[in-house]
């Protein structure tokens, strides 16, 4: 009986500290439950919906435990220790005209040891590559395209596959801006200072004719495409030719020698332009302003201001897409507020005689399409490795 009592007293007592032990553990878990809840808040505050908007794909949960301070927040890189990110530029979505083709193909590669974008290279949209995960032959100009129609986002990531592929290296990374978000960054940032030594003009690529429709090419220019019988050689048709009457760019975009103040709108015509001198003078002449538009940033000193930076990226909104995570993106702009300026190496590929590309002769109805010399990737893997040099390198 005594024992019993004794016994029972015991488990009275066990009983009690289970409970008290529970309860405590109720309390821990809804701590950091509640920690949790007010992190993701902070987070999401500090985010904004824009960023949500330029990451759709970002994962938040993965971002806020990057920013616990002791979880590593590296971004990724090559053994050499480089970041390698594709830009990309485009006219938009439904945007008649190009869509969703990449018409603006860059690669920038930086050092998170020495903090400084080490160099830029551009690839000419005609190069003819085979589409990941498919045996389809296309100009990689199309890859972002043939994968943003089956999945969004998918583009993105095709490009990275392909260029990591002719580039040698892996490419972490993907943006990508319309021309409309050009635009926008440029009148945002205050526009852009172009000077030149002699005048700058493109008299046919934003003034080309056209069969006279009711809708789009309605000014006459008084020309006629004439069609031809195969058999007689005798004119079988004969249609009138026409010029937009909102033609871009003014219809002949001009600039002056000298000094060239620049808004968005102007801006963007003057990287456009390639049809009287070429794709590859183009991309040399992106580069210079991706260049000037990095100067400008650090000078209105929006690498050191997230709130400058965010309004940005609220004004530019659905024009702007990436892969980055939301930490990856903070990175980045920590990244930026310690970037050194030193000289950028700068590469286009090209077709010249000492170029890493050539014409074939035979295209198999592909038309006009470019082939890396010896059918192989390796001599642009060289260069490549030459623009970004190693962690010993002392640079």
Same mark, same amino acid.
């Given at each position: 009986?005594?024992?019993? #009592? !004794? ?5 009275? #007592? ?16 809804? &701590? ?11 987070? +999401? ?7 949500? !908007?330029?990451? $759709? ?22 053994? +050499?220790?480089?970041?390698? @990110?594709?830009?990309? &530029? ?32 551009? =690839? ?19 890859? /972002? ?26 490419? /972490? ?38 069969? *006279? ?7 006459? +220019? ?19 030719? *026409? ?5 871009? *760019? ?7 020698? &000298? ?9 963007? *015509? ?8 070429? %794709?590859? %003078? ?21 690498? @050191? ?11 530019? &909104?659905?024009?702007? /897409? ?19 300026? $030193? ?8 077709? +010249? ?15 006009? =399409?470019?082939?890396?010399?010896? %059918?192989?990737?390796?001599?642009? /893997? ?6 970004? $040099? ?6």
């Amino acid at each position: 009986m005594f024992s019993w #009592k !004794k016994v029972g007293k015991k488990s009275e #007592k066990g009983t009690l500290q289970q409970g008290k032990k529970k309860r405590f553990s109720r309390k821990i878990i809804l &701590g950091i439950v509640s920690f949790f809840v007010l992190f993701i808040g902070i987070f +999401s505050l500090w985010a904004g919906p824009t960023l949500f !908007k330029v990451a $759709p794909n970002a994962n938040v949960f993965t971002s806020i435990l990057r920013s616990i301070p002791g979880v590593s927040d590296s971004l990724n890189e090559t053994d +050499s220790g480089t970041t390698n @990110i594709v830009l990309l &530029g485009m006219r938009g979505e439904e945007v008649v005209g190009g869509g969703l083709l990449a018409d603006t193909i860059m690669v920038a590669s930086l050092s998170q040891e020495n903090k400084q974008v080490l160099s830029l290279i551009s =690839i000419p949209r005609d190069l003819y590559v085979t589409v990941p995960e498919s045996s389809q032959k296309a100009k990689i100009n199309a890859v /972002h395209a043939l994968g943003e129609s089956q999945k969004k986002g998918l583009g993105l990531e095709y490009m990275k596959t392909i260029l990591s592929d002719v580039l040698g290296q892996e490419i /972490h990374y993907a943006v990508s801006i319309d021309f409309a978000g050009f635009e926008q960054l440029i009148d945002a940032l205050g526009g852009v200072t172009i000077t030149l030594n002699e005048p700058f003009i493109e008299p046919l690529q934003f003034h080309e004719e056209r069969v *006279c429709d009711p809708n789009v090419f309605t000014v006459p +220019s008084g020309n006629f495409e004439e069609k031809i019988s195969g058999t007689t050689g005798k004119v079988k048709a004969r249609y009138p030719l *026409c010029y937009n009457a909102n033609e871009e *760019c003014g219809g002949v975009f001009e600039l002056p020698a &000298g000094q060239n103040n620049l808004n968005g709108e102007k801006t963007l *015509c003057y990287v456009r332009s390639r049809v009287t001198s070429s %794709d590859f %003078d183009r991309a040399r002449r992106q580069q210079e302003v991706l260049k000037q538009l990095k100067e400008k940033a650090l000078s209105l000193g929006l690498l @050191i201001d997230f709130e400058k930076t965010n309004g940005i990226l609220n004004a530019l &909104g659905n024009n702007v /897409h990436t892969d980055l995570q939301l930490w990856e993106m903070k990175r980045f702009f920590e990244l930026a507020q310690a970037f050194q300026s $030193p000289e950028i190496r700068q590469k286009v590929l090209e077709n +010249s005689s000492e170029g890493l590309l050539y014409v074939p002769e035979e295209t198999g109805g592909a038309g006009y =399409i470019l082939l890396p010399r010896g %059918d192989s990737y390796a001599g642009i /893997h060289e260069v490549f490795s030459s623009l970004v $040099p190693k962690k010993d390198d002392g640079e």
